[in-house]
């Protein structure tokens, strides 16, 4: 099993740096190219989340991004001290409606929901904890 | 994130997006692509070289192909990668508007 921690702020340009890396030690760990598109997704949609929507202060927050690789499992963490959010709860998006009524929001949650294995979500000590696994085989 | 424009003929924009349409990318080229959904015409988009597309580049899709929906135009997918057209076909797009594998079924479709 191999084991990552990352830190990023509440900022996007935190995040970017961070997914250039998250991407490259994925792709040295023999994971399939459809799991590290799913890891990335998952990174990409709900850190975006946490920081556009997570926060009303002008502070510097810290997200912290765990990544464990195992053989069967790749576990993605993210811990945030945000408003609670359970993106588990979130109703997706009627995707059947018509170009004209067809929401342009929404699709982040049902985009990550659908491409991970599991996901798991708890508040606990004021912060999100949200886990999220995809299988690197697949 | 790169966006290249050619002449599809016919009044049709042809728009080639190139890169990983995340949110950094997005914010490179999204204000270049709602100026040419903006000018009236049809456009065909080749995916062919973009490598990962998440919600936020899809927005950027959809907004411009409704925009041009309401103008009577339309907008055409051309040729995305097999990861992006599963992402693509989770969030239903395939029911909104066409997705195909040539420039030239991508014109056939507008012209009709």
Known sequence: MEKFSFTICNNLGSLSEISAIV????????????????VMLAIEEMATNIIKYGYDDDAIHEIDIELCINS???????????????????????ISS???????????????????DSMQYCRKNNKNFLQIKVDPRK | MELNTFDSGNGITGVGLSGSLDIVGVAEVEMEFIQIAALGK??????????FLAS?????????????????????????????????EIVGFQMLLPVVQTLDEATELISE
């Not at chain 1, 959010?85 to 109703?91: A, K, Q």
């Not at chain 2, 049809?42 to 490598?51: C, G, P, Q």
């Not at chain 2, 907004?63 to 057209?85: E, F, I, N, T, Y």
């Open chain 1, 23 to 38: 991407r490259s030690v994925l792709g040295k760990n023999m994971v399939s190219a459809e799991a590290i598109y799913a």
């Open chain 1, 72 to 94: 069967d499992a790749i576990v993605l963490t993210m811990i945030d001290d945000g408003h609670e959010f359970d993106p588990l709860s979130v109703e997706v998006s009627d």
């Open chain 1, 98 to 116: 018509s170009l004209d009524v067809r929401a342009i929001g929404g699709m982040g949650i049902l985009l990550t929901r659908s491409m991970s």
């Open chain 2, 42 to 51: 049809s456009m065909i988009v080749d995916l062919s070289e973009v490598s």
């Open chain 2, 56 to 88: 936020l580049g899809m927005r950027m899709l959809l907004s411009a192909a409704k925009k041009l929906h309401a103008d009577g135009r339309k907008m055409v997918l051309v040729a995305p990668q097999s990861a992006v057209r599963a992402a693509l």
